[in-house]
């Protein structure tokens, strides 16, 4: 057995059976033992952006880390952005990076690169395989390092030899280290805060978005009368009709700024410290209030749900706050816009679905418009590095073979990423992608006017641009079914078609900017 | 006046006054700021490694740096593979990278990543501009650095707040080393070599791959015997009828082993010591025989063309070395392969052509099959990062506006770039694109075979096959006007009408695998 078989085994061992590739020379020996070991599950993808996004995709709906492969520095760098989103969605990834053979580095080839560096800007742990000889536990660690807690980036550098050469044979898996316990004296001390009466709010993100850990937030705040809220940009929000109703804290400084106003104690649930996403001229950065106090229920690598069902516990809380009521929109008529496609999407949303939202500016309405729905899953941009709905929206379909995935993408990330159609299409997945062409970067605009440098001239202005783009074409050459609409029954009627098709399909909606 | 006033102002004076972009809200204040600094030419691109390619081809073309705009440390992974690239044509670059504001970073906001890091692993030169008080100072040294010598990828981190802020306004261009002379006694030596009579090869590469210094060699050649050899992946080469002959070091390391084989000497002028591009499992890495001596000539920080020009005199060498004869091939008739695509080439190529070349394995034949065409510029994949070709004959088209620009690329590494049609279309650059369909990564298909790892089973083999791909539609999809080929005949006319449109056109050639 060489390195590359018993890698590959160590990984199905380990619970790791999918993997998303794009390889070169260098990964030869690992996908010739793809045959070898056919638990594997060997996806192809034509872009390693492609790769990587779908390894976070499948990750937030699996609960388990897949592996990626990548060729060299340049393969890393290309799959880069999705794993920064990856990391920041704090999910288990095993990145499998090849590398020239060990004796073979000297040589400075043209492919030979920094990859330790580049990896360290996105991986909590990074290790270079040694020899053939260790590459098993090399492997089986990888695979415990990623669940973390939280669950994070580990990149394994694997050395072409180490893959071709004689190995023990694979191992187990490596200890896990697993969320820590909150103490009970910090659940102590937050129950006596929040007794206190004075204005509260709980801001809940990361593994507190699952239904279970929801609803005890919600029993909190209705026990306390401290407000809920929940981050921004959740990795997987557990949503829909009979879910708690939590509040999203605004993208837009100035308005989540107006949610934490008058609040003086703020409570984090596995969740970030409320700050501004960029930083703007005369603007605050940190969003929490003057006189606000922070305090931290759960750390990322702590027992999220567990902290609040103590905290529910310790505060007596009533066991059935209030709950979404199921309630679709009627189907929309009339201007194709950032609304009446909301309308649409929240009129059709099958139950089960899960939903790769990119749709940026056009977006905005959806979560709204979809929250009477049957329960499902939403899935969001984590680390703000565009190009992510359409990866993550495969990679998702992978995980949950049974359920429709949704993704809404807007034109300009579209375009960082529409490699994912082809391996959707290659493996069959169910995904319905709905393209949101505006024909700008819309949100730039908005930046654009907000970042304070006065009126725009027309050169500016040209670059939030994007115009000519046919997505129903560029969805042909890959072989996905694509329609157009641009009128509000046209994207209804082909919208309940596409999720009709059993595999891949797209509609594009030509909509005005939002902004 | 600000900062990205003060810094754009700054890249003009220093002569770069074209920059290639994909911004984001940091970066919103340079956007604004191209309104106040018209000489500067923003080039908007749809994905980073576009913008990162077209500079690497602009560089190229033009002997002097573009600037690249990206947005933090996702948009640098996305344009990493391509700057690898660029690094390795040793050309200049001026890689500037939006950060957070300064104060911002503490948050740790989604986008905030570790930048540096990252850029160390393709740049030569990084810095973090401190205040808007130094940017236009750092700006200048940013672009003294990418000249180098040799030319190099030089990264600029311009956090928000130093483009926002009130500068002193922009400064004049900072010292440029330039590259070093090769000192006489160096000459001397080698020329008493080459007259010692034993077999000796030159091996040229880098900045000695242009008409002048490919003379010098040649000359060098013909007084003393030795075989002058060419690098396998020349950043920029100069060739067609009436440039001298120089034989390509083969890219299979057999080949190239066969090649370098009886040389007692070999001097290496501004290229690397011939090493296999990839290890294989009992194949060497060095590709130099046994007993053989390395002289280097002239290395990359060393005038290459003075140094060929003084080993000539040296050697009183006569002037008038055999050049390459005029002469194409026939337009070709019967099946569309690799050669005869080559020869429609070869029958078509315009004077004065630039010829990006990522054709792979379907492009083996295009170098012969071109070589008595009239003057021509040549183009290669120095890094080995796929995704090389439609990026830098975007940026060469934008460096060379009166020349015809020929993409040779392969349908996998199509893929990776394709977004570059967009910018070609926004530009209305001449370039005529050649997409080799072949329906798999084919090059791999070989190098799966020759890794020794044995016979492929069929889960690897799927591996390397791409079926399904469209690139009329995909060419459609940005508004570049595309045909599809699928014989000799069809591939000569739809050629010769893609090089008579002004602008961007491409033709799809349908070809079996060569290998």
């Known amino acids: 057995m060489n390195g590359a078989q018993a890698m590959i085994r160590t ?41 990587t996004g779908a390894a976070d995709g499948y990750a937030r709906m699996a609960d388990r880390p897949a592996a990626v492969l990548l060729h060299l520095g340049p393969g890393l760098g290309n799959g880069l952005a999705n794993l920064h989103n990856a990391r920041r969605a704090k999910v288990p990834v095993v990145n499998v990076v090849g590398d020239h053979a060990t004796y ?143 509040e999203r804290l605004a993208y837009l400084a100035e308005f989540a700024q107006m949610q934490l106003q008058g609040l003086r104690h703020l409570v984090l ?19 929490v209030a003057e006189g606000c106090q922070v305090h931290v229920l759960s750390a990322p690598d702590e027992d999220a749900a567990g902290a609040l069902a103590a905290l529910a516990a310790a505060l007596d809380a009533p066991s059935d706050p209030p709950v979404i009521p199921a309630g679709r929109p009627a189907r929309p008529t009339g201007e194709l816009n950032a609304e009446s496609m909301a309308n649409a999407l929240g009129a059709l949303l099958p139950e089960g679905a899960v939903v790769a939202d990119e749709g940026n500016t056009t977006g ?31 990679g998702a379909a992978v995980a949950v073979p049974g359920r429709k995935v949704i993704c809404l993408e807007a034109d300009g990330s579209a375009m960082y990423t529409a490699q994912s159609l082809w391996t959707q299409v290659r493996e069959g997945l169910d995904v319905t992608t709905i393209i949101l062409n505006n024909g700008s970067y819309a949100v730039l605009n908005m930046e654009l006017s907000r970042v304070g440098a006065g009126d725009p001239g027309p050169r500016a202005l040209s670059m939030l641009d994007i115009p000519g783009l046919d997505f129903v074409a560029l969805a042909a050459s890959m072989g996905v079914p694509a329609t157009r609409a641009t009128t509000a029954e046209e994207f209804t009627v082909q919208l309940e078609a596409a999720i009709a098709v059993d595999g891949p399909a797209l509609v594009e909606a030509v909509v005005p900017r939002t902004i």
Chains 1, 2 share one sequence.
């Open 269 to 287: 649930v596995d969740a970030a410290h409320p700050a501004s996403f960029f930083a703007y001229p005369d603007k605050a950065s940190d969003l």
């Open 11 to 51: 990984l199905v061992d380990c619970g790791v059976d999918v993997c998303f590739m794009n390889p070169g020379t260098s990964e030869m020996h690992f996908v010739h033992a793809l045959d070898s070991v056919p638990e594997m599950r060997g996806v192809l993808a034509l872009f390693e952006g492609v790769a």
């Open 104 to 246: 073979h580095a000297k040589y400075d080839a043209p492919l030979q690169s920094d990859i330790l560096s580049i990896a360290r800007g996105v991986s909590s742990w990074v290790r270079t395989v040694a020899s053939s000889e260790t590459i098993a536990r090399d492997t089986a660690d990888a695979v415990a390092a990623s669940y973390g807690a939280p669950g994070q980036v580990a990149t394994l550098i694997v050395p072409a030899d180490t893959c071709w050469l004689d190995s023990p044979g694979p191992v187990g898996p490596s200890p896990v280290s697993g969320a820590g316990t909150v103490p009970s004296d910090r659940i102590d001390d937050i129950a006596a805060v929040l007794r206190g009466g004075e204005p509260a709010g709980l801001l809940v993100g990361g593994t507190a978005m699952r239904t279970g850990a929801l609803h005890d937030a919600a029993r909190v705040g209705m026990a306390t009368g401290a407000k809920v809220l929940s981050e921004t940009f959740p990795t997987r929000a557990e949503r829909g009709a009979g879910t708690p109703a939590v």
């Open 364 to 394: 905005l309405f959806a979560q709204g418009a979809t929250a009477g729905c049957p329960p499902h899953d939403w899935l969001t941009l984590t680390g703000g590095a565009i190009g992510f709905g359409l990866p993550t929206a495969t």
